[in-house]
């Protein structure tokens, strides 16, 4: 089954230390990003990768880091999360270009 | 940069009752995608427009893309509790590195029965 894979669920830290939230698609898609998602204020990019060791930032950067060390897992990386990075998170695929985007399960993070 | 607006943010309706929520870009598109997140889960991809004027149906509902490309809508008539969930436009220009997609703010749609 095509799908995009995100772990955890549901995560709750505290400010200041690392998590890293894994995300893995079976579809072979070059395209992957990860959205955050914020009542209001729809899906917002966080960053992009157009393929393996091609990465870029979005729309909200700060505060978070990424890698595309292989086509199938783009993690993302929180080194010292504060509480305004408490967000429902998206990892999405699709093949680059314009074309329908597959989107995870969702992380929701709270951070206290 | 690109924005994409989506208006209203929330709509309750009655059962039976049509709804609509329209996107406006800031910038031509090359297309729009629609998607539907029900509550508790995830975006899930509905359609994609590509042509200026260009109209398309699924059941009940009707998706429309501006001759300008650069606003869209999308029309459900009688709606279904099973329509409830949050709607979401998104854009794609081909001035945007990569064919970034860039989501409207969502249209949260509730159903009274």
């Known amino acids: 089954e095509a799908q995009v894979t995100q772990n955890p669920r549901y995560l709750i830290t505290v400010t200041g230390k690392k998590l890293t939230v894994t995300c893995s698609q079976n579809?072979?898609?070059?395209?992957m990003s990860w959205y955050r998602q914020d009542p209001g204020l729809g899906l917002r990019q966080i960053y992009y990768?157009?393929?393996?060791?091609?990465?870029d930032k979005g729309d909200v950067p700060e505060g978070y880091k990424v890698s595309r060390k292989e086509k199938r897992n783009f993690p993302l990386i929180l080194e010292s999360p504060s509480p305004n990075q408490t967000s429902l998170y998206f990892c999405?695929?699709?093949?680059?270009?314009?074309?329908?985007?597959?989107f995870g399960q969702g992380t929701r993070l709270t951070v206290v | 940069g690109q924005q994409v607006m989506q208006i209203p943010q929330y709509q309750h309706v009655q059962e039976g009752e049509d709804f609509t929520t329209y996107c406006n870009s800031s910038?031509?598109?090359?297309?729009i995608q629609w998607y539907k997140q029900r509550p508790g889960g995830h975006p899930v991809f509905l359609i994609q427009?590509?042509?200026?004027?260009e109209v398309k149906k699924q059941k009940r509902l009707t998706f429309q893309f501006g001759e300008a490309k650069k606003n869209s809508s999308l029309h459900i008539t009688a709606t279904q509790t099973t329509d409830v969930g949050t709607y979401f436009c998104a854009g794609a220009s081909s001035m945007e590195y990569g064919n970034k997609l860039v989501f409207g703010a969502g249209t949260i749609l509730r159903v009274k029965s």
């Open positions: 999405a695929s699709r093949v680059t270009g314009t074309t329908e985007a597959f």
């Open positions: 579809m072979n898609h070059e395209y």
């Open positions: 910038t031509t598109l090359s297309n």
């Open positions: 427009l590509v042509k200026s004027g």
């Open positions: 990768s157009m393929n393996v060791e091609v990465t």
